[in-house]
């Protein structure tokens, strides 16, 4: 009979005390081998923390944008909530969108607000999709009866976001050469375009209109001016994802499984609301 016991001292890092107490020769030695488990089990989970860099526009209200040079929206809020169940510290860097796309896929950092295509699929590691970024078609009110159907927009130039790249029927009408495209970095550029008549149709956030008393009171006295089409033409999901090279699985499925949790509650939801 030897003497053994321990206490575990609890925290994110599990510490163990061994004192005295009265075991025989097998205790003593599935006691030793539940300490080491546990000590495994423990640094690992350590191990598993990381501060993660992701990057994203510094420009795109009310998701995510930069507001007295830090960054700003439900993204970042988003994000800060999640990582209180993942133990992971996500860091943003916000440019503008191109740039953004081009240090992520030079495996410096994650990126978030991306849309999942063929083409990045092969290059970049997709997390469940966070939200459905709600995007309106905005024209001219007074063109608004040449703009009734879908098949309407065929040959028509379109206003998109630079670096921009959109699934649904869009993707599929552009892929045919039906559609053209003119992209700019700002949603206010895109509607002085179309107030131009340099283009047909500006591609924007749900809530750009409403909202553009505060983007951009030089437009405010066209507002009336403009309208938006009666029919969704573009399904445009919105993913965190990372460049292959990174090797960030482990860390999206902690992050998935947290945002899987997540959705299902009253916050989440309320956050959502907020959004649109």
């Known amino acids: 009979m030897g003497l053994l016991t321990f206490c575990a001292l609890g925290g994110q890092s599990a510490r163990f005390m061994l004192t005295a107490i009265p075991?025989?020769?097998?205790m003593k030695k599935a006691l030793a081998a539940f300490l080491a488990l546990s000590l495994i089990g423990s640094c690992a989970a350590d191990a598993c923390a990381e501060e993660i860099v992701i990057y994203s526009s510094d420009a795109f209200p009310p998701q995510i944008y930069l507001s007295g040079g830090k960054p700003s929206g439900f993204v970042p809020a988003l994000f800060q909530r999640l990582s209180q169940d993942t133990g992971d510290t996500y860091r943003f860097v916000l440019l503008p969108w191109k740039r953004a796309i081009n240090e992520s896929t030079s495996g410096h950092g994650g990126i978030v607000?991306?849309?999942?295509?063929?083409?990045?699929?092969?290059?970049?590691?997709?997390?469940?999709?966070?939200?459905?970024?709600?995007?309106?078609?905005?024209?001219?009110?007074?063109?608004?009866?040449?703009?009734?159907?879908i098949g309407d927009l065929d040959g028509k130039i379109f206003g998109i976001p630079l670096g921009a790249s959109f699934g649904g029927k869009f993707a599929q009408g552009l892929n045919e050469h039906r559609y053209l495209v003119d992209a700019d970095s700002l949603p206010s550029s895109r509607?002085?375009?179309?107030?131009?008549?340099?283009?047909?149709?500006?591609?924007?956030?749900?809530?750009?209109?409403?909202?553009?008393?505060?983007?951009?009171?030089?437009?405010?006295?066209?507002?009336?001016?403009?309208?938006?089409?009666?029919?969704?033409?573009?399904?445009?999901w919105e993913y965190l994802a990372f460049?292959?090279?990174?090797?960030?699985?482990?860390?999206?499925?902690?992050?998935?499984?947290?945002?899987?949790?997540?959705?299902?509650?009253?916050?989440y939801r309320l956050m959502m609301s907020k959004a649109d």
Request: hydrophobic share 45%; proline share 4%.
């Open 23 to 26: 075991v025989n020769k097998t």
């Open 113 to 149: 607000n991306f849309s999942m295509t063929e083409q990045r699929k092969a290059l970049f590691d997709f997390s469940d999709p966070l939200y459905k970024n709600r995007v309106e078609l905005v024209v001219l009110k007074e063109r608004s009866s040449e703009f009734r159907t």
């Open 191 to 236: 509607i002085q375009k179309l107030l131009l008549r340099r283009i047909d149709v500006a591609v924007v956030g749900q809530s750009f209109l409403a909202g553009l008393a505060k983007s951009d009171p030089a437009l405010v006295a066209s507002q009336d001016k403009l309208t938006a089409v009666p029919f969704e033409l573009i399904d445009d």
């Open 243 to 267: 460049p292959k090279v990174m090797h960030m699985q482990a860390a999206l499925n902690r992050f998935n499984i947290a945002l899987t949790a997540f959705k299902k509650t009253k916050e």
